[in-house]
């Protein structure tokens, strides 16, 4: 089986499919350089690139194909949350309107429904040839649609313009004037093309191939005349592997090239990619490990932290949403925890606590960088103790003034003189059996509620 990767985690999860068995297509100049493989310029079974948070990678092919590398994905790493997209992407339906949701069209597609909102001059009981534009994780939800139908493959799509146009940097590379001389003698019967940045490489007997392919695929789309709402052409199969415990991924490249503690992590924030280079470079210099990591802790990592930091908190949740908790100063570093005061905006009541929230409230924020919880002591304006709420989590990442971690939807919370209480293990459960928490992370999610229950216990004895 052929892959082609790009992005931060490419050399870990190269090394990963290499020992698999696999090819890699297109391997890009550091992926040739670190591994000593021969370029393989064929069409890949599977792509596998970065999340645009980078927080971890897309899985995209044949429904078969993504499903047997992601199976191998996770059996190899284990700590992976796995998110199955519910549609292929690009799949293109006969659907049937059947109402209207915020100004667009409800479409019936036979096993699903989707929301198109370019519905201009569609009405109630028209049939129309829709396409899905993107991955949808969660059920229940309506998938978006498009009419603009393309056929889309590694090296290009196929468009109903009659247009040939380029990725820009196609434009710049020395393959623009020969894919343009192409576009003029292929028989395009009025489809035009868009052709992708893979194309730059590409020996042209493949570039032909996928586009004869393409088009016997946009015939399909031309000779279909069911009236019932369909799937006309399926699309390719997409899964998004999230990294939480990205040293496993450290481990694996390290193997391969000289590689500082927390790598991937650092590497997620874009501006702090030359000075991990910087730092690997020195590595491989023969410069004292212990040396070069605990400097570029002090510069980017936790160590980079002194009391009166200020904090942002991104919240993400197993769904995919993403919350920015209210910021906050460090107050205290000790024992390898830090202790951060947020001011509590807004009303309403604290989870998991039904008290309520008052002007001039604050919360004590406790975590240990790579730590499974993340305590919060709520506190009145005159510091009054109000509760006490644990979070359990993925591993605490802590990047100059950024904490990230994924919340495992069961948390911990007591009140003055209440016992302890474990709230949503349901929810955790649910991620569980649908196969987007994997059993490992679910066990230690488990062992941290069970560590949290006695933090709680500690701290009321406390006071």
């Known amino acids: 089986m052929k892959a082609y990767l790009r992005g931060i985690y490419s050399t870990a999860l190269t090394k990963l499919l290499l020992d698999e068995g696999f090819e ?3 391997p890009s100049r550091p992926i040739l350089s670190r591994f000593k493989i021969v370029g393989l310029n064929v069409k890949p079974d599977v792509t596998i690139v970065e999340t645009s948070d980078k927080q971890g990678v897309l899985v995209k092919g044949s429904s078969k194909t993504v499903e047997k590398t992601v199976k191998l994905i996770v059996e190899r790493l284990k700590y992976v949350i796995v998110k199955k997209s519910l549609v292929n992407i690009g799949s ?8 209207n949701v915020n100004g667009g069209a409800l479409i019936d597609l036979g096993p699903s429904r989707g929301l198109l909102r370019d519905a201009g001059g569609l009405k109630t009981g028209d049939e129309v040839l829709v396409q899905v534009v993107q991955p949808s994780w969660r059920i229940g ?16 799509s196929l468009t109903q313009s009659n247009t040939v146009t380029f990725d820009d940097s196609l434009r710049r590379s020395h393959r623009f004037e020969e894919l343009s001389n192409l576009s003029s003698i292929l028989h395009r019967d009025g489809l035009g093309i868009r052709w992708k940045n893979t194309a730059a490489k590409a020996p042209v007997e493949e570039l032909i191939r996928e586009f004869e392919e393409l088009k016997r695929k946009a015939r399909l789309l031309k000779s279909s005349s069911s009236t019932e709402a369909r799937l006309i052409l399926e699309g390719e199969g997409v899964h998004r592997l999230d990294f939480p415990c990205k040293n496993l991924l450290d481990d694996l490249r390290s193997k391969v090239v000289p590689t500082v503690k927390e790598h991937h992590i650092y590497r997620c924030v874009r501006e702090f990619g030359a000075v991990v280079d ?5 590595l491989s210099r023969g410069v004292d490990r212990a040396f070069v990591e605990d400097c570029l802790n002090r510069f980017i990592g936790f160590k980079s932290l ?8 991104e919240h993400r949740k197993l769904d995919g949403t993403v919350l920015n908790l209210s910021p906050g100063i460090v107050e205290n570093i000790g024992s390898g925890f830090l202790t951060v005061k947020r001011r509590i ?22 975590f240990k960088p790579g730590g499974w919880l993340i305590e919060h002591r709520y506190f009145s304006s005159h510091g009054k103790f109000k509760g006490i709420y644990i979070n359990v989590n993925t591993p605490v990442e802590v990047v ?3 904490v990230r971690y994924v919340d495992l939807a069961v948390d911990v919370s007591a009140k003055p003189g209440e016992k302890p209480k474990v709230l949503d293990m349901n929810e955790l459960e649910r991620f569980y059996e649908e196969g987007i928490v994997p059993e490992p992370i679910f066990s230690e999610a488990l062992k941290a509620v069970e560590e949290a229950k006695i933090m709680v216990f500690s701290l009321l004895e406390e006071g």
């Open 345 to 366: 905006y807004g009303s309403g009541f604290y989870d998991g606590l039904g008290v309520p929230k008052e002007v001039g409230d604050y919360a004590l924020t406790r």
């Open 24 to 26: 890699i297509s297109y």
């Open 141 to 156: 939800g309506l998938f978006p649609l498009r009419r603009y139908i393309t056929v889309d493959g590694f090296y290009m």
């Open 92 to 99: 293109v339906y006969r659907g049937l309107v059947v109402g």
């Open 278 to 282: 910087f730092a690997e470079f020195m």
């Open 400 to 402: 100059k003034g950024l």
């Open 306 to 313: 002194e009391v009166g930091s200020r904090l942002e908190f």
